[in-house]
T-cell receptor, first 116, second 111 residues
Framework: DGGITQSPKYLFRKEGQNVTLSCEQN?????MYWYRQDPGQGLRLIYY???????QKGDIAEGYSVSREKKESFPLTVTSAQKNPTAFYLC???????????????FGPGTRLTVL | DAKTTQPPSMDCAEGRAANLPCNHS???????VYWYRQIHSQGPQYIIH???NNETNEMASLIITEDRKSSTLILPHATLRDTAVYYC????????????FGSGTRLSIRP
């Protein structure tokens, strides 16, 4: 059963702590993405990776970090430098490689992070 | 900068066709129109995409105007399960940083 998994679904952290959100895909996709969604808003791109060991900042990368050591995994760390970390975080993947056309993204179920 | 404009909300009677408009007047020649939808508290789901021609799949139809400045997503027989926020996105070659999900259209289906 192919797809994207994000864990956990709900996450609570104290202010000032770093927290890492998991994203795994078994679709054999080259590209992976992280988005943030605030209540009533659209999605904003945090980071994306088009190939293993490479990633690029999106529109709101400050206060976040990522790694792409394996094709199937793209964890996102929300650092203490992120001023308003409470949000719904969505991971996605697509077939696209470096030379590919931006194509269909497949999304995970999301992680709702609450910082207390 | 949003590259698309959508009405914030619409409603439709169950069983009728839901027609969701999207304006993308600054679309360039190599950019596609994509539609996704997001049911409350879930990840967005791909619906359909197109470049110039009208497209149809098992979920919906996409009508793109000849000048490509606007498009309409058609759900032919709306059901209560189609209640969601619908996003129209314009994106092109390796332009991941330009993928912008705006606020979308909140579609409500009434029984």
């Amino acid at each position: 059963d192919g797809g994207i998994t994000q864990s956990p679904k709900y996450l609570f952290r104290k202010e000032g702590q770093n927290v890492t959100l998991s994203c795994e895909q078994n679709l054999n996709h080259d590209a992976m993405y992280w988005y943030r969604q605030d209540p009533g808003q659209g999605l904003r791109l945090i980071y994306y990776s088009q190939i293993v060991n490479d990633f690029q900042k999106g529109d709101i990368a400050e206060g976040y970090s990522v790694s792409r050591e394996k094709k199937e995994s793209f964890p996102l760390t929300v650092t203490s430098a992120q001023k308003n970390p409470t949000a719904f975080y969505l991971c996605a993947s697509s077939i696209q490689g470096l030379a590919g056309v931006t194509d269909t993204q497949y999304f995970g179920p999301g992680t709702r992070l609450t910082v207390l | 900068d949003a590259k698309t404009t959508q009405p914030p909300s619409m409603d439709c009677a169950e069983g009728r066709a839901a027609n969701l408009p999207c304006n993308h007047s600054t679309i360039s020649g190599n950019e596609y129109v994509y539609w996704y939808r997001q049911i409350h508290s879930q990840g967005p789901q791909y619906i359909i995409h197109g470049l110039k021609n009208n497209e149809t799949n098992e979920m919906a139809s996409l009508i793109i105007t000849e000048d490509r400045k606007s498009s309409t997503l058609i759900l032919p027989h709306a059901t209560l399960r189609d209640t969601a926020v619908y996003y129209c996105i314009v994106t092109g070659y390796s332009s991941a940083s330009k993928i912008i999900f705006g606020s979308g259209t909140r579609l409500s289906i009434r029984p």
